[in-house]
């Protein structure tokens, strides 16, 4: 029973741990602080945590101040289409 409970255990410490990086997605683009090429970067530490993939974010140039919700339509953008590089193409490096 002790090795069933440590598994169950180690199950629950892994869910919870996908929930806070799902919950910390879903938040609204930043307009402060580092913005929307902060959460940028945020996307790929958190690739960069849960998956084999090298995954990198390069600005070109400066980030005009984008109002709030569009800021927020290209944040998810941006981690749609790199969920679905990961989950779909079999990538080894989403930029």
């Known amino acids: 029973e002790l090795g069933l409970a440590e598994r169950v255990g180690e199950g629950l ?10 919950s ?6 930043e307009t402060d602080g580092p913005g929307l090429p902060g959460q940028l970067e945020a996307i790929v530490e958190r690739v960069r ?3 084999p993939a090298r995954c990198a ?3 070109a140039g400066p980030v005009p ?13 941006a981690q749609e289409a790199v969920a679905n590089a990961l989950r779909h193409s079999g990538a080894g490096h989403v930029s």
């Not at 410490?13 to 799902?22: K, M």
């Not at 910390?24 to 683009?29: D, E, K, M, P, T």
């Open 24 to 29: 910390r997605g879903l938040v609204a683009a």
């Open 49 to 51: 945590a849960t998956s």
């Open 57 to 59: 974010f390069e600005l």
């Open 65 to 77: 101040r984008l109002d709030p919700p569009v800021a927020t339509h290209l944040l998810r953008i």
């Open 13 to 22: 410490r892994e869910t919870l741990g996908r929930v806070r990086a799902l």
